[in-house]
């Protein structure tokens, strides 16, 4: 019972890059064992958080190399690595459904850009969704590339704006349903508003919120009703 997700012995010396280990288990090195004379691992811009049994365990003279990594329990940043202490599963994955592990896409997300290009392998261009490997200027830790971070946009319908903030806001929901992605956030104040031709066609992961007071502030929908409604002439 060790290595929960690689036993590595016998002066095999593998590189490991751009990988995620997590939620494997066992006695020693729910990540990774290593176990023998000449027998080392070289880790490269990967992240080995929520194993059971400790993440990389090293046993008769086996060593293990780790650069641009997050390890939990590794507080050392030498060599480029994250320093771990605090982070929590919550910090570092989406986590919005079962068994995902996409990075949370998060400006304080530790993972994200931290990696090093020059440690990608030649001819590799994309992460595990094919989505490009490098979406900013620097690649992120793990098998998940983060190319969009969730914006919030408002409404209120005493205003006329881009969304962009309270004082800028939409007039109109169905102006910031169109331009927010998945993951995005519209904030709505308090009103009757009403699609102008036809009815609201929410999108998926997209979260909507009432009950603002006009002009933004604490919300309460209570307070403050957001009501929609389709227009009654489709």
């Not at 290593?34 to 059971?52: A, C, Q």
């Not at 929590?88 to 996409?102: P, R």
């Not at 949370?104 to 994200?112: V, Y």
């Amino acid at each position: 019972d060790q290595g929960g997700a690689m036993y590595v012995w016998s002066r095999a010396k593998p590189t490991i890059t751009n990988c995620t280990f997590t939620q494997n288990t066992a006695s020693s090195g729910g990540g990774i064992f290593i176990n023998g004379l000449n027998t080392n691992i070289d880790v490269k811009n990967s992240i080995f958080f929520g194993n059971v049994g400790t993440n990389i365990i090293t046993n008769n003279n086996g060593t293990s190399i780790l650069s641009n990594s997050l390890v939990e329990g590794n507080s050392s940043t030498e060599n480029g690595n994250i320093d771990a202490t605090g982070l929590t599963m919550n910090d570092i994955f989406y986590l919005n459904y079962e068994n995902d592990y996409h990075l949370k896409p998060s400006p304080s997300n530790p993972t994200i850009n931290a990696g090093d290009n020059s440690f990608i392998p030649v001819g590799l261009t994309t992460d595990l969704d094919g989505k490009d490997r490098i979406s900013f200027e620097t690649v992120d830790l793990g098998a998940y590339e983060v190319d969009y971070f969730p914006e919030t946009y408002y409404v209120d319908d005493d205003q006329n704006g881009d969304g962009s903030s309270w004082g800028n806001a939409f007039q109109r929901l169905e102006d910031a349903i169109d331009v927010a992605q998945e993951q995005d956030s519209i904030f709505v104040a308090e009103g009757t508003y009403q699609h102008a031709t036809f009815h609201y066609t929410l999108k998926e992961g997209l979260k909507i919120y009432g009950g603002y007071p006009n002009g933004g502030g604490e919300r309460n929908w209570e307070t403050h009703e957001t009501i929609l409604q389709a227009n009654p002439g489709w």
